[in-house]
């Protein structure tokens, strides 16, 4: 570039870029290098993801006006229970390697 540089030039630190997959979140404040967060966007995983924010959602303790925390009923842990068998049943669809092995003896065989 010829002639006088820009004085008033204004650095972005944080902004967001969108790619027909995932979407890539920048704040150079945070991290400088690049990306700290990297939303990958697949339909397969869409089902997994709402399962999982929900059960964050009803691990979160839940507070009074006051300030106090309130009472874990017992249908929250019915509720916190299903979802959580949901949640890895999707995750074992998805990840078959990440499925716990079976231990203890093997049943014998009889021949009869």
Do not use: C
């Not at 030039?9 to 990306?35: A, C, H, Q, T, V």
């Not at 990958?40 to 959602?57: H, V």
């Not at 009803?58 to 009923?73: A, I, W």
Request: no cysteine; net charge positive; aromatic share 12%.
């Amino acid at each position: 570039m010829r002639g006088r540089p820009k004085e008033n030039i204004e650095i972005r630190k944080k902004y967001i870029m969108e790619f027909d997959d995932s979407i890539w979140y920048y704040d150079l404040d945070k991290f400088p290098n690049g990306p700290y967060l990297v939303e990958i966007i697949d339909p397969k995983f869409d089902k997994i993801e709402k399962l999982y924010n929900k059960l964050e959602r009803l691990q979160t303790p839940k507070f009074h006006e006051n300030g106090r925390k309130k009472r874990t009923t017992k249908v929250n842990k019915i509720k916190m229970e299903t979802v959580e068998k949901t949640y890895w049943k999707e995750h074992y669809k998805l990840f078959p390697e990440d499925k716990p092995k079976k231990r203890g003896r093997k049943a014998k065989k009889t021949n009869v």
